[in-house]
Nanobody
């Protein structure tokens, strides 16, 4: 059974930084495309970042480009999201997700999801 666990998250002031991690209990983790998504209060879940199985291909939402960095360590079955210059509008529950279908931003293409972790950015 595939499990994605996201420790981390928390409260940070605007302009600050936070690092999210996602640990995957997937035997063939290196075959999976990994994505990060977020859902703000009263809004639909949206794409944040995606990283290919090798880490050689990465894409970001325009709203986080230049501030967030996604990375992965296939030896440790983890994917991380470094978030810098945080803004109050980054406040959301952040989810990591995994899929074998291919590199993409569409959340419907992701097969496995973490439980989510709360990130709150105060102004």
């Amino acid at each position: 059974q595939v499990q994605l666990v996201e420790p981390g998250g928390g409260l940070v002031q605007a302009g600050g930084s936070l690092r999210l991690s996602c640990a995957a209990s997937i035997r063939t983790f290196s075959r999976y495309v990994m994505g990060w998504f977020r859902q703000a209060p009263g809004k639909e879940r949206e794409f944040v970042a995606v990283i290919s199985w090798s880490g050689g291909r990465i894409s970001y939402a325009d709203s986080v480009k230049g501030r967030f960095t996604v990375s992965r360590d296939n030896a440790k079955n983890t994917v991380s999201l470094q978030m810098n210059s945080l803004k109050p509008e980054d406040t959301a529950v952040y989810f990591c997700a995994a899929n074998l279908r291919g590199f993409g931003r569409d959340q419907s293409g992701y097969d496995y999801w973490g439980q989510g972790t709360q990130v709150t950015v105060s102004s």
